[in-house]
């Protein structure tokens, strides 16, 4: 009987030491920093320029994985350039990921829509700030490296109080 009994409690801690090993890349720890280009989105602009921080790490089985404060510029001279400051939660572990955030666009230069523009573009009160979503998934590899976003960015136009629907996506790397 007490045979059986660690027989059985070997091939548990076998089955547990594969298991740990089979999860070393969802494990490993997420990357500090991200430098992404993103298109459409959160800057409510054609194109932009992101830093991202991550600035907590939730322990393994939470339902988020990390929290992250990121900012960025609106980089197209056609439009108004705003700076989106947004706080986003990264769910789920592994390369690929539920993103959640909310934050602020803050007006820095103001600029007539060309024309060409107005049809991709929302079109905006000209509000010094509006506030800002993210809804979307990210692939971003735990080791770091190539990331890739595409999210809904809804806005509301603090000028106005309109819903403004909007998204985009964004390609960086992570380290």
């Known amino acids: 009987m007490q045979t059986l009994q660690w027989f059985c409690a070997s091939l548990i801690v076998l089955g547990a030491a594969e298991m740990r090993s089979q999860d070393a890349e969802a494990m490993a720890e997420p990357k ?4 992404y280009s993103e298109f459409l989105g959160n800057a409510l602009g054609l194109t932009s320029i992101h830093a991202e921080a991550v600035l907590g790490r939730f322990e393994r089985g939470s339902l988020f994985e990390t929290f992250r404060v990121s900012a960025g510029i609106g980089i197209a001279p056609i ?13 789920l572990q592994g390369s690929g990921h539920l993103e959640l955030g909310l934050g602020l666009s803050v ?9 060409n523009t107005k049809q991709l573009l929302p ?3 000209g509000s010094d ?4 979503g993210v809804v979307g998934y990210r692939y971003e590899s ?25 998204g985009g996506f964004s390609v960086g790397w992570a380290w």
């Open 123 to 125: 079109a905006m009160s």
């Open 32 to 35: 500090r920093y991200a430098l």
């Open 142 to 166: 735990p080791s770091g490296g190539f990331m890739f976003r595409v999210a809904a960015t809804p806005t509301i136009d603090m000028g106005t109080k309109d819903f403004i629907p909007f």
């Open 129 to 132: 700030v509006n506030v800002t």
């Open 79 to 91: 439009q108004n350039n705003y700076v989106p400051i947004m706080g986003r939660l990264i769910f």
């Open 107 to 115: 007006l820095v230069a103001e600029r007539p829509p060309q024309e």
